[in-house]
């Protein structure tokens, strides 16, 4: 089941509110109940896929949209698997017969990768619609506001992470990195930091190489002074999920890892969550 996070549905009255909805929240290893990390943002009007992994249009389709719909790709960095269905992703919508222009926003290793999966399929001599490329200063896509930061993950492949803003809701995400300070200014007072962890702070030395422990995405979260916190991108070990959760709620307590199960909605109350871990 995906994971949706949406705002309390109080403050957005009768419209629909932004949401993200966590497609997949392993790490490089995709594992038996997720998918490797990819988030979908949206609101009534504009759908962002952020990152592509798995089976794309099925992940968008058991979210109740269709990748026809989508209006833009964004890619945080050029590692396989973040990137590596983008190819797939553009298949569906040839085959669909799409002729909707599509954005893809990225660094400039990112729109690389992407340039090279779509010249090596010839995907370029199929499709019908125009792939407009952005590099990360791109501000808008629809009605979401953008702001990307850069981040440390290794030294040769850069890195953005992003802040989404619509309809009085506020997202930042940090995709994989090393714990980040100072934090960027446009992620501080989220309502949602949604942050990679890649394990235990006692192997910090060896997680901090390329990735942030839980308890340093706990810290950051606290001192960003926002709402809630999701860890992604985490290990497919479910003992060692518990020990991160643990780890990071003994600094901040609103703190989630995505189980299959896991179902935030919108609805009634903020962030209501059902069957997290
Ligand atoms: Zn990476």
């Known amino acids: 089941m995906p994971v949706v996070i949406s705002p309390p549905a109080a403050v957005f009255k009768e419209r629909e509110s932004m949401k993200v909805t966590v497609l997949g929240f392993s790490n490089g ?9 990819s988030l979908l943002v949206q609101t009534e009007r504009t759908s962002i896929m952020v990152d592509v992994s798995s089976s794309p249009r099925q992940s968008l389709l058991r979210t109740g949209i269709d990748s026809l719909s ?14 590596y269905a983008f190819p797939s992703l553009i298949h569906s919508m040839w085959l669909q017969n799409r002729t909707k222009p599509l954005l893809v926003v990225g660094n400039r ?16 001599k199929k499709i019908r619609f125009r792939i407009d490329w952005k590099d990360v200063t791109t501000n808008r896509i629809g009605d979401v506001r953008i702001s990307s ?53 006692k192997n910090k030395e060896e997680i901090n190489l390329s990735h942030t422990t839980a308890l ?3 810290m950051m979260a606290k001192t960003a002074e926002v709402k809630e916190l999701v860890l992604v991108h985490v290990p497919e070990n479910p003992k060692l999920r518990q020990e991160m959760l643990d780890e990071a709620r003994s600094v901040f307590p609103n703190t989630l890892i995505p189980t299959s199960g896991l179902e935030l909605t919108k609805a009634r109350e903020a962030f209501s969550i059902f069957d997290a871990l």
């Open 29 to 37: 290893l995709d594992c038996l109940d997720s998918s490797n990390t």
């Open 70 to 83: 989508l209006d833009a790709v964004l890619i945080t960095h050029g590692h396989i698997d973040h990137v």
């Open 109 to 124: 290793l990112a729109i690389e990768v992407c340039k090279h999966f779509v010249l090596y399929f010839k995907l370029d």
């Open 149 to 201: 930061f850069s981040l440390y993950h290794r030294p040769e492949v850069p890195v953005n992470g992003f802040t989404f803003v619509a309809d009085g809701f506020k997202v930042s995400y940090f995709p994989d990195s090393v714990a980040t300070l100072p934090l960027p200014e446009c992620s501080l007072f989220s309502d949602l930091m949604i942050h990679e962890a890649g394990g235990l702070e």
């Open 216 to 218: 340093q995405a706990a």
